[in-house]
């Protein structure tokens, strides 16, 4: 891998992977949990700091590694600090692919082509060096068994976990309920990871969206539609904003 430290996107990724069926789990919450996954690592290597509930580029560096570095650039290129909501609920077209590929290209995983439903072609993948996948998982599972508050890097991957709803996939049943929770408190021992692991779960929830505007009345070379009035003992059905 050219380097002795995973990012924690990587780590991220590698904890999502189903060992049986190579596929990953909570698939469209963990693409917003690696996009939040990269601002930490970015605020681990002193580039990003939060501002508020803001991330404000304090050191335009570049890291060394690509995927991250392109993330610093487009936070470069907004000139004031971002909502990490905003940031993490923007277009990530392709991130959990592009891991997943640079994942493969470092030998960590190796693509199984398959099908679905016995038609459509699809790629499972696999972990090469299951090693790491339990390195990575006994680090949680140390966390939680002895309360001892971890390392900024697991409290964060352990915020992330939980807000992309990995907790099911990591301690399922009954019997997980108790690590479930201890997974959840863990998300206070890391401001950064518990900023971004809120705004993650904040996306899910359509909370701080943009509002969008709605077209005016009869729309563009339209009359205006006339609106009757109505009495405040008979009001109307509220609107409903439909969540992006």
């Known amino acids: 891998m050219g380097r002795s430290r995973r990012t924690l996107p990587e780590e991220l990724l590698l904890l999502a992977l189903d060992p049986a069926t190579g596929t990953t789990a909570q698939p469209q919450s963990l693409d917003l949990g690696l996009a939040g996954a990269q601002l930490v690592e970015l605020a681990l290597a002193g580039r990003i700091a939060p501002d508020g509930d803001r991330i404000a580029v304090v ?10 570095d392109s993330a610093l650039e487009l936070l470069r290129r907004r ?17 959990r692919q592009t891991y997943l590929s640079h994942l493969e290209r ?21 972990a090469t060096d299951t090693a790491i ?47 479930r929770s201890r997974l959840r408190d863990l998300i206070r021992h890391d401001p950064m990871g518990g900023l971004v692991a809120h705004a993650v ?29 109505r009495t405040a003992s008979h009001p109307g059905p509220m609107a409903r904003v439909a969540a992006r």
Do not use: F
């Not at 693509?111 to 699809?122: D, H």
């Not at 909370?207 to 609106?227: E, F, H, K």
């Open 59 to 68: 050191m335009p560096r570049p890291t060394g590694d690509p995927t991250l």
């Open 106 to 126: 470092c030998g960590m995983v190796h693509a199984v082509e398959s099908q679905m439903c016995g038609v459509l072609p699809t790629t499972r993948y696999q």
């Open 201 to 229: 779960m904040d996306v899910q929830n359509g909370v701080g969206a943009p509002q969008r505007r709605p077209p005016a009345p009869g729309g563009p070379g339209r009359p205006a539609a006339t609106v009757p009035m």
């Open 133 to 179: 996948s339990r390195e990575i998982r006994s680090r949680l599972d140390s966390a939680i068994r002895t309360g001892v508050p971890p390392d900024p890097r697991t409290a964060a991957l352990a915020a992330l976990a939980h807000a992309v709803g990995l907790g099911k996939h990591l301690y399922p049943g009954n019997e997980g309920r108790s690590s």
């Open 79 to 95: 000139g004031s600090p971002v909502r990490a909501v905003h940031w993490i609920g923007g277009p990530r077209l392709g991130l």
